[in-house]
């Protein structure tokens, strides 16, 4: 009896271990910063995720752009796709990467939206994310528009900012894979291992391109 609660106790001290914090650094080709790679961090220890990605996501079309131009969500999201520009718009989304370029690839969707009437509220469309992947948005009318989105099984998930920074917090502690997508990165570059532990970690991961400038 006495070694059966020993072992309840030291499972219930198992499933509750310590979450750990792990910094993510994102550099191009020529060693700077890239902002708006997700970093994906897959770990071992599955069953113990606390952290979760958006179900639902707004995107906008605004002076022929997508607006946010990278967003990170979870598989099965649903997103609203709302057009603020005055003329029509389209919405193609297409597997990213290598795969876009296949003939094969019959997934994605597309939308047509109306464009926003004077004085009144903006049109709108809605798609959901079925599969795990990036994802390229564009527009039929307007070639130069281009936004993605991360669908991502991983609840671990983020985008790095302007520092080229990801923070992830309360992984799970034991090794774990670190990898990173870029839109411009179309060969994946190898993902790197870790261990995660209560101490906060710091690890680089560095792109094989530079990224083009964004328009503004």
Do not use: Y
């Not at 650094?25 to 902002?35: C, E, F, G, I, R």
Request: proline share 6%; charged share 20%.
């Amino acid at each position: 009896m006495k070694n059966t609660l020993i072992s309840l106790a030291l499972a219930a001290l198992s499933s509750h271990a310590a979450a750990g914090n792990l910094q993510v650094l994102v550099l191009d080709k020529d060693s700077k910063p890239v902002a708006d790679a997700v970093v994906v961090v897959v770990p071992a220890n599955r069953g113990a995720a606390k952290a979760a990605l958006p179900m639902q996501v707004t995107i906008a079309q605004e002076k022929m752009r997508f607006v946010p131009a990278v967003s990170v969500v979870a598989v099965g999201a649903r997103a609203s796709f709302v057009n603020n520009d005055p003329w029509e718009h389209h919405v193609r989304a297409s597997a990213a990467g290598f795969a876009q370029f296949s003939t094969a690839n019959s997934g994605g969707f597309e939308l047509r939206i109306d464009g926003k009437p004077e004085g009144k509220p903006a049109r709108s469309a809605e798609a959901v994310f079925e599969k795990a992947g990036a994802v390229l948005l564009g527009c039929h009318i307007h070639g130069s528009m281009r936004g993605h989105v991360f669908v991502s099984e991983s609840p671990w998930a983020v985008l790095t900012g302007a520092d080229g920074m990801a923070n992830m917090e309360q992984l799970p502690d034991g090794a774990a894979q670190v990898k990173v997508w870029h839109a411009d990165q179309l060969i994946d570059i190898a993902p790197q291992q870790t261990t995660v532990s209560a101490a906060p970690g710091k690890t680089t991961l560095q792109l094989s391109v530079v990224p083009r400038r964004r328009r503004i």
